[in-house]
């Protein structure tokens, strides 16, 4: 089966275009730099999105007029910086972003998607007042039903879903929140800005998606996905309780500590 050809507006341009000004002319960037700056923007940009399949070495030696050599250094630096999978006999595939976050912080995830330079938006899906229920208290951590909110929010990094935001907020603790939209900041950091938070617990496990999560996510029913749970405080008494769901492939938690903490309780696994 033929090899197909690569797309005109993917192909990176091996020749500058002219210029009229008559400005002393830059230092021109060297060929390797050059290659390298085209293909990260291609992939940044989202032109060439994840998994999809770059040039061979033979097209970009072709269409920039160099060395296999010169292509081959690009495309290991590259994928040594995580942006690109070179698979034996196959080509070079657009990586799969990951995303990092510390274990102990509450992460926006907006920064989240914007750390990996890709572009960042968010949708509210469902925004909700309801008197909680019994489950809703039992998340919170409430001693009696009472006002809440609920939201569902999809966050986006570029055309994929990043992260499925199931947020429960304590309307006795926030009542500004029953009456804000979320259209200008997400709910996390509209939180954060208005509630001076105390105290806080992160719950982190794995799980499948299931059927409520997978549609969501836009991954198949079993994906193995990464849940983070948390509830935050304000002098003792319940703010949110916010659980955060990615595709396992797509984030990781870090965690830095010293021997002095490393068995204090505050670090013991929920």
Not at 18 to 35: E, F, G, K
Not at 74 to 100: D, H, P
Not at 262 to 269: C, K, L, V
Request: aromatic share 6%; charged share 20%.
């Amino acid at each position: 089966m033929g090899k197909e050809a690569m797309p005109e507006q993917a192909k990176p341009s091996g020749r500058p275009s002219a210029s009229a000004s008559t400005s002393p002319p830059a230092a021109p960037a060297s060929l390797h730099q050059r290659i390298l700056t085209d293909i990260e923007q291609h992939i940044l940009s989202g032109k060439w999105p994840q998994g999809y399949r770059i040039p061979s070495e033979q097209e970009f030696t072709q269409s920039y007029g160099c060395s296999r050599m010169t292509v081959n250094k690009v495309l290991t630096q590259l994928a040594q910086a995580g942006l690109i999978e070179r698979r034996r006999k196959a080509g070079s595939f657009v990586r799969r972003s990951q995303s990092r976050s510390a274990v102990l912080e509450i992460q926006d995830v907006g920064a989240e998607v914007a750390a990996l330079g890709v572009p960042y938006r968010y949708n509210i899906a469902e925004r909700k007042k309801q008197r909680s229920t019994r489950a809703d208290a039992q998340a919170l951590g409430l001693e009696a039903l009472g006002p809440v909110l609920r939201l569902t929010t999809l966050h986006y990094a570029g055309p994929r879903v990043f992260c499925l935001e199931q947020r429960l907020i304590n309307l006795a603790s926030v009542p500004g929140a029953a009456d804000e939209e979320f259209a200008q900041v997400s709910p996390g950091p509209w939180l954060v800005g208005h509630v001076p938070w105390t105290s806080a617990e992160h719950r982190i496990r794995a799980a499948a998606a299931d059927l409520e999560t997978a549609p969501m996510l836009r991954v198949k029913r079993g994906t193995p996905c990464l849940i983070v749970e948390r509830r935050t405080w304000t002098g003792g008494k319940p703010v949110t309780f916010v659980r955060l769901t990615y595709p396992g492939d797509s984030h990781e938690l870090v965690a830095h500590f010293s021997p002095a903490t490393a068995g204090s309780d505050s670090n013991e696994a929920g």
